[in-house]
C-alpha cells in the first residue's frame, strides 16, 4: 500500500485518502458554448503521465493536489489549493 | 492393529531438526507409520522406505522427493477437511490420517495413470485444439476434464476457522535467515534500526543447516551469528514465517503461525537464497532423482539416508560437496557424472577423488531407468555430451543406482524483487539472472544476488544491511562492493538432455516436457509468456521456481535467442501457495450503529444495512409483511416514530453560507427566513440527481442542512471543496455521527410532542416547514416540521447522548395513543403512497431532476448552482423518459423493482419502487417510461420473468393530494 503526504497531516497510508479526480478549472458557465461546457463535465484526459488530481484526507477533512504520474504512480508533489 | 512402519536413522548428528525424544504416528494411504517429532511428512515416510508418495496432475505418473522445500507439488496430502497439504514441508502430527490428492482410486491403483501411456496422444495445446472441434462438443469435453483435473475436494461443510491479520511497521525488513540474511540483520541492527529478520523454516541459517562437505564450519557459524543477533534488542526474529507478497513501497505480505502480518517496512533486504534447478533428462521425474539439496535435507535435517547407491549427476564444484554428503550419510555412490569436460580444482574435487568415486566427465545421464512396481529406479545411462546438450553417442555405460541426484544449478529466489518492480539481468558467465535494478529501499544480498561463498555471503549481507540501515534514516548510502567469490560459475549453462522416445520433464508440476516447449516454439510462441501459457510450464503450484529456467533455456535455443531475450515471466504475489482463509482473514465490516440501536432491539427490530449502518428494517414478532402494515396503518390512524439517525447533519455557518447553499443546491436559500426549513436538491456538474435533503435558517449566516443516510460522507467532501475553491467564508461542520434523529408522524404527533414541550406546537404557532429549537423531554432540540410520509410529522434531532433518552420519552408519552416504532420498509411505502422520490433508488446515476418530476425544485433563474449550466443545455431538449406513478388493479404477478416498462419490443423505462398499499387496498409503484405515457389512465407493460403485465398510470401522489395531512 502507499502512502501519501498529506500537506497538514504529513505521510498517511493511501487508504485514508480520497481520490477527488482531475484538477479542471470550472470554465466561467455564461461565456462558453454548449460543447466547451459539455467538453469541461465530461472528457479528461486519462492518457498515463503526469497528472494534477485532487485528494481528499477523510480523517481529517483536507483537500489538496498532488502531482503524480499515472504511468508510474509517482507522487512528486502535495500541496494545498491556492485559488 | 499392526505396529506401525518405523526405520530408525541414521546416527544423530550435528544440526539435525528432529527430536528423538518424541515418536509420532500417523498413517498414509491406510498404513501406519513411525516418524519423530520434526519430521516432515515426506522425510518421515521416505525414511521408511515409501518411495512413492504421489502421482503428477496430467499423466498421473509416479513421484517421489524432488525438492523437500516447498516445491514438491506432487507430493500433495489431504488430511480430512485439510487440502493441499504439501509433503515436504509439513510436519508430521501424531495421528494424522493422509491420502494423496490427485488420484483415481487410490495412489498404488491410480486408474487415471492411463494417462501416462496416452501421452504420445496428448501434445501440447491439446486442450485448445481438441476440444473445439466440432465447438459445440466443448461443454461435455469441459465437464469430463474438470472432473479429472484439479487437486483435492472442497468439503463445504468445513467448520470456518477465523485467521487474524495483523498489521506492523519495521526500519528494515530482512527476508531470508541464511548466512547474508543474519549479516544484514546484525549490520542493520547494530546501525540502530529496528529490524525484523524473518525465516521461513524453523531456524536461522539457511542453507547452512545442511550444507554438510559444502560448508564444513556451518554449525559454528550460525550458532555465533544467532547469538550475536540475539543480543540486539532492536532486532526481532520471526520463524515459520514466509513473506509472501511486495506490493508498493515495501508493503509487504507475510504469514506466520498468528496468521497473516501486513509489514511496513522503510527498507528490505531481500537475502531469499537461490532454487536448486534440476537437470532434464528422460524419467527424471521418477522417485530416487532428487535435487542435492533435497538429498542433503534428507540427510543433514532429518537423518534420513536418501538412497542406497547414488548417481551423482553434476554441472558445478557444489555437487561435489553432495557426493561427500552422501558418502558420509552411509550411501554408496556410484559414480559422479559431471556435465563439464573440465572439471575443477578445488578442494571438494579433491576430496571426492581422494574418497575413490569414480568421476565421469563430460558425461550426462542420457536416461534413468524406472524400476517395476513403481519403485521408482534401478539405474541409469550415462552418456558423453557436449555443453549444449547434445550427446556425442547414446551408446554410453549403464550404472545400477536406485538414486540420481542432481546438483547442476541454480535460480535467484527473485520473486519479491520482481514484484517490487525490480529486474533481473542474465549473466552469462554466471549462467544465471541476477538483480539488476532494483526499486528503491530494497536491497539484496547474497545467493539472490548471486553471491555463493559463505564469507561471500556474510560479507555480502552486511553490505546489503549497511545500506538498508542508511536507507531507513534518509542517510546516504554506503558505496557497496561485490565481495569475491571463490565460486566462478555455480550454473551449467545447458543440463538438459534430449530422448527420442521423450519422458523428459521440465515442469513436474504439469508434467511439461522438453518438447512440448520446443513444439510450442515451432508453434510461434517465441516469449517466455507465450509458452507460459500455450504449455502451462510454470503454471502448476510450485510457479515455475524449478522449470522456467530450464523451459527459458530450451526456448532460447529453439529460437536461436539469448536467455536474456527470452527473458523470464513475471513475478506476480504469492511466492507460495496461500489459501483463501490466510487471506479472508477475520471479517471486518464495522457496522455504524445509531444512539437509539439497543432501543431498536429490545422492541424486536429485525434490522438491515443500509450502507454502513444498521437499521430497523421492521419490528417483530409479526412476520415481514404483517409487521409492515401494522406499522404504516400506525402511522396513518395514530402516531409512529422511526430512528431518522442516520440521516446526514451538517451545519453550514458564515457570513457567506446562504450564498454557498444557492450555488451547492438547485433550489433558493437566501430567502429561506430565521424559523423555517425547505427541501434541498443537489446535483453534479452534469445536471445528474445525486442527492436530497432539507435546509434550515438557524440564524444569518447558520444555516442546517440534512442529506441522504448514504450520501452524507461525499457531500460533506464536495462541499468542503467547493467552499475552498470558491473562497468563500463559510465552515461546515459534519455532525452526523454526534447527532441522533427521530421522526415522529402521524396525525395524534401534535399530541403527543405536546406532552414533552413548552414550544407552542399549535398549527399557527409551528406551521409545516417550520423550524424551532426548543426543550423536549428536557433536552435541547433541534425541530423540523416535514412530511416525508405524508403526515402531519416533525423530525427531532438531538445531541447523540440524549437521543435514547428522547426516544423513550417520546414513546411514553405516545402510550395513550398507542404509538410505535416503525421501521424502513413501512418509511418507504408511507412515502410512495404520498409519491415523494428517494434518492438513489427512484433515480439513477443519468436521472436529471427534469425526468424525476423534481423540476419544482430547480431554481433556473438563479445566477449559478452546481449542474446548472448543463440543465440548460438539457432543459429545452423533450425528456426521454419521465418518471410516473402506476396502480395495478389485477396484480396476480407483481412486478418487483427494476422489471422493464416495455412497448412492443421498446424499452421505455423501469419500475423503481413497488409495493402494495395498505392504504389504498392495491399495488402502487412508480416507474421510468416515455414522456407520452404518463397521462393518468394510459395501461403501460410491464415485462416480468418474460410474460407482460398491465398497469395503469396514475396521478402522483396516491395519496392525499391536496397536502391536508401534513399541513393540518
Known sequence: MKIMTCPVNGPRPLQEFVYGGDVTEMPCPDQVTDEQWAAYVFERDGAPGPHKEWWYHAPSGVWFIAERDTGTDEISNTYLYNG | ?968
Not at chain 2, 521408511?48 to 496430502?77: E, I, Q, T
Not at chain 2, 520463524?239 to 507478497?245: A, D, I, P, Q
Not at chain 2, 534401478?378 to 542432481?406: E, F, H, L, Q
Open chain 2, 1 to 968: 492393529m499392526a505396529d506401525p512402519i518405523f526405520i530408525e536413522r541414521l546416527p544423530a548428528a550435528g544440526h539435525e531438526w528432529i527430536d528423538r525424544d518424541q515418536r509420532l504416528c500417523f498413517s498414509f494411504e491406510g498404513r501406519r507409520y513411525g516418524a519423530y517429532a520434526g519430521d516432515t511428512i515426506s522425510s518421515a515416510l521416505w525414511g521408511n522406505g515409501v518411495r512413492l508418495l504421489g502421482r503428477s496432475f496430467k499423466y498421473h505418473r509416479p513421484r517421489g522427493v524432488y525438492s523437500m522445500c516447498a516445491h514438491d507439488a506432487n507430493v500433495m496430502l489431504e488430511n480430512g477437511e485439510t487440502l493441499n497439504i504439501r509433503g515436504d514441508t509439513t510436519l508430521v502430527e501424531d495421528g494424522m490420517d493422509l491420502t494423496a490428492v490427485n488420484t483415481v482410486g487410490s495412489l498404488r491403483y491410480d486408474l487415471a495413470g492411463l494417462t501416462d501411456r496416452m501421452s504420445g496422444f496428448l501434445p501440447v495445446g491439446f486442450y485448445y485444439k481438441a476440444f473445439h472441434t466440432p465447438n459445440w462438443m466443448f461443454p461435455n469435453w469441459e465437464r469430463m476434464i474438470r472432473d479429472i483435473a484439479g487437486l483435492g475436494k472442497v468439503n463445504p461443510a468445513a467448520e470456518w476457522k477465523p485467521s487474524p491479520k495483523g498489521y506492523d511497521a519495521c526500519d528494515v525488513l530482512i527476508v531470508g535467515g541464511g548466512p547474508s540474511g543474519m549479516a544484514a540483520a546484525l549490520a542493520a541492527g547494530r546501525a540502530g534500526s529496528r529490524v525484523v529478520l524473518v525465516e521461513d523454516t524453523r531456524c536461522l541459517g539457511g542453507s547452512l543447516c545442511y550444507a554438510g562437505a559444502t560448508a564444513p564450519e556451518s554449525v559454528a557459524t550460525i550458532n555465533s551469528m544467532r547469538d550475536e543477533i540475539a543480543k540486539l534488542e532492536n532486532v526481532e526474529v520471526r520463524l515459520n514465517t514466509s513473506v509472501r507478497g511486495c506490493y508498493s513501497e515495501n508493503w509487504l505480505a507475510m504469514i506466520g503461525p498468528g496468521g497473516m502480518t501486513k509489514m511496513r517496512a522503510t527498507a528490505v533486504v531481500v537475502a531469499t537464497g537461490a532454487y536448486e534447478q534440476p537437470a532434464v533428462f528422460r524419467h527424471n521425474d521418477l522417485p530416487g532423482v532428487m535435487l542435492g539439496t533435497a538429498a542433503q535435507r534428507l540427510a543433514h535435517l532429518y537423518r534420513v539416508k536418501p538412497m542406497q547407491r547414488a548417481l551423482v549427476l553434476l554441472g558445478n564444484d557444489y555437487g561435489y560437496g553432495v557426493a561427500l554428503d552422501l558418502k558420509a550419510a552411509g550411501v554408496e555412490v556410484a559414480a559422479v557424472v559431471d556435465l563439464r569436460e573440465t572439471i575443477g580444482k578445488g578442494e571438494l574435487v579433491h576430496d571426492v577423488k581422494t574418497a575413490g568415486i569414480e568421476i565421469l566427465a563430460g558425461q550426462c545421464v542420457y536416461e534413468a531407468h524406472p524400476a517395476g512396481g513403481l519403485r521408482g529406479i534401478k539405474g541409469a545411462r550415462v552418456c558423453p555430451v557436449n555443453s549444449d546438450g547434445t550427446c556425442i553417442s547414446t551408446t554410453g555405460i549403464n550404472v545400477n543406482c536406485d538414486g540420481i541426484v542432481m546438483a547442476t544449478g541454480w535460480a535467484p529466489a527473485g520473486d519479491l524483487i520482481g514484484q517490487a518492480g525490480g529486474r533481473l539481468n542474465y549473466v552469462q558467465d554466471a549462467a544465471q539472472f541476477r538483480p539488476d535494478e532494483l526499486p528503491p529501499g530494497m536491497f539484496a544480498a547474497g545467493r539472490v544476488n548471486g553471491v555463493f561463498g559463505v564469507d561471500a555471503r556474510v560479507e555480502d549481507g552486511g553490505q546489503a544491511g549497511g545500506q538498508a540501515a542508511a536507507f531507513a534514516v534518509g542517510k546516504e548510502l554506503p558505496a557497496r562492493r561485490r565481495p569475491t567469490d571463490e565460486i566462478i560459475a555455480p550454473s551449467h549453462p545447458y543440463p538438459i538432455v534430449k530422448h527420442p522416445k521423450g519422458k523428459a520433464f521440465v515442469d513436474l508440476d504439469e508434467d511439461v516436457q522438453i518438447k512440448d516447449i520446443v513444439n510450442a516454439a515451432k508453434e510461434g510462441y517465441d516469449s517466455a509468456e507465450l509458452v507460459k501459457r500455450y504449455t502451462t510450464v510454470g503454471m502448476g503450484p510450485s510457479q515455475g521456481k524449478i522449470s522456467n529456467l530450464n523451459s527459458s533455456r530450451i526456448l532460447a535455443k529453439a529460437t536461436g535467442q539469448t536467455i536474456g531475450a527470452v527473458g523470464y515471466t513475471t513475478f506476480r504475489p504469492f511466492t507460495q501457495p496461500t489459501t483463501i482463509g490466510e487471506l479472508a482473514g477475520r471479517r471486518f465490516h464495522p457496522d455504524r450503529r445509531t444512539p437509539i440501536h439497543s432501543r431498536h432491539q429490545a422492541a424486536g427490530a429485525v434490522f438491515m444495512h443500509a450502507g454502513a449502518w444498521l437499521r430497523p428494517e421492521y419490528y417483530g414478532p409479526r412476520v415481514r409483511h404483517q409487521a409492515i402494515v401494522h406499522e404504516v396503518q400506525a402511522v396513518r390512524h395514530s402516531a409512529g416514530i422511526i430512528d431518522v439517525g442516520t440521516l446526514g447533519k451538517i451545519d453550514v455557518c458564515g457570513a457567506d453560507a446562504a450564498e454557498f447553499l444557492e450555488r451547492m443546491y438547485t433550489g433558493r436559500f437566501s430567502d429561506l427566513t430565521l424559523g423555517r426549513c425547505r427541501y434541498a436538491l443537489m446535483c453534479d456538474e452534469s445536471g445528474v440527481v445525486i442527492d436530497d435533503g432539507m435546509s434550515a435558517r438557524l440564524g444569518d449566516d447558520r444555516f442546517y442542512v440534512t442529506t441522504t443516510s448514504s450520501g452524507s460522507a461525499a457531500i460533506v467532501r464536495e462541499m468542503k471543496r467547493w467552499a475552498m475553491i470558491w473562497g468563500l467564508e463559510v465552515t461546515i461542520i459534519d455532525h452526523t455521527g454526534q447527532f441522533g434523529a427521530l421522526n415522529l408522524a402521524g396525525p395524534e404527533s401534535r399530541n403527543i410532542l405536546g406532552r414533552l414541550t413548552g414550544l407552542d406546537i399549535s398549527a399557527g404557532g409551528f406551521e409545516y416547514l417550520g423550524f424551532r429549537e426548543a426543550v423536549v423531554a428536557g433536552v435541547n432540540c433541534r425541530l423540523m416540521r416535514v412530511g416525508f410520509v405524508g403526515e402531519l410529522g416533525y423530525e427531532l434531532h438531538v445531541p447523540a447522548q440524549h437521543a435514547a433518552a428522547l426516544w423513550d420519552a417520546v414513546i411514553e408519552a405516545g402510550q395513550p395513543e398507542g404509538i410505535i416504532p416503525f421501521g424502513v420498509e413501512a418509511q418507504r411505502l408511507l412515502r410512495m403512497e404520498k409519491g415523494h422520490q428517494i434518492i438513489g433508488q427512484d433515480t439513477d446515476g443519468l436521472t436529471t431532476p427534469l425526468e424525476a418530476g423534481l423540476a419544482w425544485a430547480v431554481k433556473m433563474t438563479k445566477p449559478f448552482f452546481i449542474g446548472q449550466r448543463s440543465l440548460k443545455i438539457v432543459e429545452p431538449r423533450p425528456n426521454v423518459r419521465a418518471l410516473a406513478g402506476f396502480v395495478m388493479h389485477d396484480s396476480t404477478v407483481m412486478p418487483s423493482e427494476c422489471h422493464l416498462v416495455v412497448d412492443g419490443d421498446e424499452i421505455c423505462g423501469r419500475v423503481t419502487s413497488i409495493a402494495r398499499s395498505p392504504t389504498l387496498g392495491h399495488v402502487i409503484g412508480m416507474a421510468y417510461m416515455r414522456p407520452d405515457q404518463t397521462t393518468p389512465g394510459t395501461v403501460i407493460d410491464i415485462r416480468v420473468e418474460g410474460r407482460l403485465v398491465q398497469a395503469e398510470v396514475a396521478k402522483l401522489p396516491f395519496f392525499d393530494p391536496s397536502n391536508e395531512r401534513q399541513k393540518s
